[in-house]
């Protein structure tokens, strides 16, 4: 009877990331019967940190769009999905290492996105705010069903890359070199990103468009392009994450869901429109994540997340670095 | 009421009323002149999700409030109904009543901090709320977790509403469907639907205008919710089982609805049942067909054919099939008189 | 014949951040008057407008209407306490007919939609849109607009009415259509506060006038009064000298 009970967003793979690369038992604790070290809280709030900086990636495209056009973007996680499929693809029939496919995966997506903003975005931009929801919903439809018949519902991963397995283990804690390394290029982006939009003529127009888009015109910035820039990079970050993700992390039709929803609710934290919210954000998040998995039951680790953000939205829809609302 | 009363007279008189006997006619007396029980389960469907959809209308297309969480209130009206099936052998009839109660006190508290959260935040918002909801019910097992609930063997009669056939279903169905119309048509052309629109349309106008938005947007939100639950209750009565991810279920359930009512047209008042008449039997058959004839690698192609046709809506008719009608002016050709009232004519 | 007074402020001042929009307002509205608003740009008359109307809070100050306190009240509270009012952008729900929109406002003084559309009704004959009632509002140009606002916040039947730049965007005919139309109004016993920039209008038709600047009030007095009065005279072109 089920018309789409398979695109159901399952529970099933809401695991702790550090699983996968870090078999440490302290994580494993369902809250009251182990006593909870205070090795165990450091590493949590490592990994919280390192998976952040992915977070902050993700979210800081979010608020790049976000900024600039107004619009929100339901689609935003699949494009993620996207990257990661294609990273998996290159790594299964050309060998090519996931952290060097980033800039492939930056490039593919931000045509994409362009594409999409050209397309799609850019019909239902005066639209009244039904048809946006719609638009957008309907682009995440489109692409994540259409991976689904590609690639069907199982999740693919890479596997066997030489260095999954190697960890560093300063002062007892556990760090895997993946991870550091997912870090470090996500640090090395943003911080890209950062000196785009803060020393070149087009980084700095476009902070202009996201603060005041008559002035902007009347200064001689062309808007269609400022659009189009801004959602091909922020949809353009998106897919380095998903290249990033796929290096450690299973990819499926349905993992742009999560990330989505996180996102959102990261961007709204750290204030809509403000890259810098979303930085941090991004990082409170995954630490906030790997907290709430040590402490306490890590089924419920979505609920929890999700509640804050309706929280959120309720007491502070500017959040906490942003002064635009709507 | 008594205006909208006086007004559903006038337009009973019009050649309306004689489309309305003839569609009634057939579909009453579909069952028995075809035997086909698909066909009949389809339509029972198709009116279960124009039930919610026109529900879920109240809030989106009538008060400006876009729920993508509707999921929740036809889950706690589905498991309300089960539960006291389950538990206390309460019948169903009573049970959907229960639920729609349940469902609608559910709306009503939730109404009171979401009302404050405008368009975009409100369907992201309810989105993270469907969400929460769905993961609460996986993980609670005292009503049954994820493996959820089943009614026990019970003797196929109309006091348990449990039938094989889906014939009684699909009566039981469209007797509801009619009764909620019914409601739905007094309450949108009365004081409430005045104000409601009137904040979809401009929360700040409606303001000077002495309207309560918060009050208002409340209503909208219990009385959707309490339709909704209904529908709910009609779900686990008919199907016999629940568990959260179909009756909780984000895609299954509340981007269905909304689909359903976007693609029919949120604008209108029955738009949302057309959209389910043109859209479930859709659905319904090209996964059977696709299914029978390509087997399970293609599922999928039907949903992506739905986004497809989401997007065209957005584009080209974003007031759905009935806008579309309604500008081509058939409405008012087939009803001869001058359309007065919200939405009418130039 | 003292007149009693309708609306009292006391005191009213806004801050935005560290600009005062309204310093410590303080004046009546007379039960009757014909009451004029003025100030050069950014006076702080439409904010003393949207913080008598419940728009905004103000930080400090009363507002007394017919004896009853409504500082800080929400707008719809204001409304119903008989205290009607126009936009300076006129906001018609444009996706109704011109009779709905009335009918939307009389329903607060009806108790049934029929007898709202009978009000509205009248309220649309009154303004001279009654043959267009079945129009979309959206089809209505912006003279036929802010006639259309009129008749809503007519059909609040309110004690006092509030106008925010009424006669904004309109030419000189449609201008005086309209003062025609406010002098009728105000002579079937309505009180009106009118904010306006339109010096003509607004000196023509009202009986007192006050004038803000820069939040506070700068000038009180007929419009024969003011208009000569050195500082309002200042106020509006800089310097004396400048003449």
Redesign the interface.
């Known amino acids: 009877m089920n018309i789409s009970s398979d695109t159901d967003s399952r529970n099933g793979y809401g695991n702790v990331f550090i699983h996968k690369a870090c078999k440490n038992e302290a994580e494993n604790s369902y809250g009251g019967q182990v006593m909870v070290s205070a090795m165990a809280i450091a590493q949590a709030v490592i990994s919280g940190l390192l998976i952040g900086s992915l977070y902050s990636l993700i979210s800081m495209g979010l608020a790049l769009i976000w900024g600039v056009m107004d619009i929100v973007n339901f689609a935003h996680g699949d494009f993620m999905m996207v990257a990661g499929y294609l990273t998996c693809i290159l790594f299964d029939y050309a060998g090519v290492d996931p952290l060097l496919s980033v800039p492939v995966a930056f490039a593919v997506t931000f045509v994409l996105g362009i594409l999409t903003q050209r397309f799609v975005i850019d019909r239902v931009l005066e639209a009244p705010p039904v048809s946006q929801i719609f638009a957008t919903f309907a682009l995440l439809m489109i692409i994540r069903n259409t991976a689904l018949l590609i690639w069907g519902p199982k999740p693919t991963t890479i596997t066997g890359l030489w260095y999954a397995e190697l960890v560093f283990r300063p002062y007892g804690l556990t760090l895997s070199l993946i991870h550091i390394l997912i870090a470090v290029i996500c640090m090395v982006t943003t911080a890209i990103l950062y000196i785009f939009i803060t020393r070149t003529y087009t980084g700095i127009a476009l902070r202009a468009t996201s603060q005041n888009r008559l002035a902007a015109r009347l200064l001689g910035i062309d808007i269609r392009k400022m659009y189009l820039l801004a959602f091909g990079i922020g949809v353009g970050l998106t897919g380095i994450g998903g290249a990033l993700l796929a290096s450690f992390y299973y990819i499926f039709p349905e993992v742009g869901a999560r990330f989505c929803m996180l996102s959102f609710m990261i961007v709204v934290l750290g204030g809509f429109g403000s890259l810098f919210g979303a930085l941090v954000g991004g990082l409170a998040i995954g630490v906030l994540e790997e907290l709430s998995a040590l402490l306490v039951n890590p089924a419920l680790k979505d609920a929890i997340a999700f509640g804050i953000f309706i929280l959120i939205l309720l007491f502070k829809p500017t959040g906490l670095f942003g002064g635009r609302e709507t | 009421?008594?205006?909208?009363l006086?007004k559903l007279k006038m337009e009973l008189k019009g050649p309306l009323s004689l489309i309305l006997l003839a569609v009634t006619g057939i579909l009453i007396t579909l069952p028995l002149l075809v035997r086909n029980p698909f066909l009949i389960n389809t339509l029972m469907l198709s009116f279960l999700f124009g039930f919610a959809a026109l529900a879920w209308n109240l809030m989106a297309g009538y008060t400006g409030l876009l729920s993508f969480g509707h999921a929740v209130f036809f889950g706690i009206g589905a498991y309300t109904t089960m539960i006291l099936l389950l538990w206390w052998r309460i019948t169903p009839w009573i049970g959907m009543l229960a639920a729609g109660v349940t469902a609608g006190l559910v709306g009503f508290v939730i109404g009171i901090p979401f009302t404050r959260l405008r368009s975009h935040w409100f369907a992201l918002g309810t989105l993270a709320l469907g969400e929460v909801v769905q993961i609460i019910f996986i993980n609670w097992r005292a009503v049954g977790g994820a493996r959820g609930l089943e009614t026990p063997i019970m003797p196929q009669c109309l006091y348990w509403l449990n039938f094989v056939d889906p014939t009684v279903h699909y009566y039981v169905i469209m007797g509801l469907l009619g009764v909620e119309l019914f409601i739905l048509y007094l309450i949108v052309?009365?004081?409430i639907g005045?104000?409601l629109?009137?904040i979809r349309?401009?929360e700040?106008?409606?303001?000077?205008?002495?309207?309560?938005?918060f009050k208002y947007k409340l209503i909208s939100i219990t009385i959707s919710a309490f339709l909704t639950g209904i529908a709910g209750g009609f779900y686990t009565a008919r199907f016999g089982y629940v568990d959260p991810f179909s009756v909780f279920g984000m895609m299954y359930i509340s981007i269905n609805i909304s689909i359903i009512g976007i693609l029919g047209g949120i604008?209108s008042l029955i738009g949302p049942l057309i959209g389910a008449l043109v859209f479930v039997p859709a659905a319904e058959y090209t996964r059977a067909y696709i299914g029978s004839h390509f087997g399970a690698r293609f599922y999928g192609i039907h949903l992506v054919a739905f986004g497809i046709i989401l997007l065209a809506v957005c584009f080209i008719v974003p007031d759905g099939i009935m806008g579309w009608v309604e500008r081509r002016g058939y409405i008012r050709a087939i009803l001869g008189h001058?359309e007065?009232?919200?939405?009418?004519?130039? | 014949m003292a007149s009693k007074s309708l609306l009292s402020v006391r005191g009213l001042t806004k801050k935005f951040g560290g600009l005062v929009a309204v310093n410590n307002v303080s004046f009546d509205v007379r039960d009757g008057e014909f009451l004029g608003l003025i100030g050069p740009n950014g006076a702080g008359k439409t904010t003393t407008f949207n913080l008598i109307?419940?728009?905004l809070k103000p930080d400090s100050g009363r507002i007394v209407f017919m004896g009853k306190d409504i500082t800080g009240k929400?707008?719809?509270e204001v409304?119903?306490a008989g205290i009607?009012?126009t936009?300076q952008i006129v906001?018609?729900?444009?996706?109704?007919?011109v009779?709905?929109n009335v009918?939307?406002?009389a329903?607060?003084r009806a108790d049934?939609?029929?007898e709202?559309?009978e009000k509205a009704l009248k309220h649309l004959e009154f303004v001279g849109l009654y043959d267009k009632r079945?129009?979309?509002a959206k089809?209505l140009n912006i003279a036929q607009r802010k006639r259309l606002e009129l008749a809503?916040a007519l059909a609040?039947e309110p004690k006092l009415l509030l106008l925010d730049e009424a006669v904004a965007g309109l030419n000189p005919t449609e201008v005086d259509t309209l003062l025609e139309l406010l002098k009728e109004i105000h002579s079937s016993g309505k009180t009106i506060l009118m904010v306006e920039h339109v010096m003509r209008a607004v000196m023509s038709i009202s009986q007192r006038i006050i004038v803000l600047h820069h939040g506070s009030i700068i000038s009180e007095g007929t419009p024969k009064e003011v208009a000569n009065d050195p500082k309002v005279i200042e106020a509006y072109l800089g310097a004396r000298r400048v003449m």
């Open positions: 009421m008594s205006e909208a006086r052309n009365g004081r005045y104000y629109q009137a349309e401009d700040t106008a409606a303001m000077a205008l002495g309207i309560n938005p604008y001058g007065e009232g919200v939405g009418g004519g130039e | 109307c419940g728009f929400p707008p719809h409304a119903k009607g009012r936009f906001r018609p729900f444009l996706n109704f007919t009779l709905d009918v939307a406002a329903l607060m049934s939609v029929g709202a559309r079945n129009w979309k089809s809503k609040l």
